[in-house]
């Protein structure tokens, strides 16, 4: 079965510190890559995807995420956070031939100090 | 638009009872989901539906049931409440298919004591 790994389950920051999330998972096939995140008392909203073309996406708030097919891998990352970045941020994985089903992972819950 | 909303937003349960936790969505999306989310778990699909009158099984459906008679309501019933169900649900809606963008509401958590 396929699974969506996330590296750190909590990360701490000071504000101007570089992030970047880890996220792997485990499906031979093409995939359809998501980064979600929650802010506190918000939805889940979305981040930034990737499906095809450029490997390196650009998302909402200055979040980036590269997608490395070899490694199965796709990344979060922003040079430089903000308190505002403070959240959980979820990878989701979707084989292009599955229907209906978008994996998540477990989360990482990122806090920015000031 | 109000987008994805759930009632109620929080509810405790006796062992044994059941319940329906309701989803509307205003923006005529044909697919819809049902999530669960326990501590460290990430989210879980529990249900899904393409369109109305369609419904199909996630990866964790036991305990649970989906209807679908109109595109913009899919509730989740719970029969029998255990306490294994003590989570956060979130339902979520997507305008074509699953890689479209999903939209999540603000959540139901759910206690079964």
């Known amino acids: 079965a396929q699974s969506v790994s996330q590296h750190n389950h909590h990360v701490i920051l000071s504000e101007a510190a570089s992030l970047e999330l880890g996220c792997n998972y485990s499906?031979?096939?093409?995939?359809?890559l998501f980064w979600y995140v929650q802010y506190p008392g918000q939805h889940l909203q979305l981040l930034l995807k990737y499906f095809s073309g450029d490997p390196l996406v650009k998302g909402i708030k200055g979040f980036e995420a590269e997608f490395i097919k070899s490694k199965f891998s796709f990344n979060l990352r922003k040079p430089s956070v903000q308190w505002s970045d403070t959240a959980e941020y979820f990878c989701a994985v979707i084989p292009t031939d599955s229907w209906g089903k978008l994996q998540f992972g477990a989360g990482t819950q990122v806090v920015v100090t000031p | 638009n109000a987008g994805v909303t759930q009632t109620p937003k929080f509810r405790i349960l006796k062992i044994g009872q059941s319940m329906t936790l309701q989803c509307t969505q205003d923006?005529?999306?044909?697919?819809m989901y049902w999530y669960r989310q326990d501590p460290g778990m990430g989210l879980k699909l529990i249900y899904y539906?393409?369109?109305?009158?369609?419904?199909d099984k996630g990866e964790v459906p036991n305990g649970y049931n989906v209807s679908r008679s109109t595109t913009e309501d899919f509730p989740l019933r719970l029969e029998l409440a255990a306490p294994s169900q003590t989570s956060v649900y979130f339902c979520a809606s997507s305008y074509e298919s699953a890689v479209d963008t999903q939209y999540f509401g603000p959540g139901t958590r759910l206690t079964v004591l």
């Open positions: 539906s393409v369109g109305a009158g369609i419904t």
């Open positions: 499906y031979g096939g093409t995939v359809n």
């Open positions: 923006m005529n999306h044909n697919y």
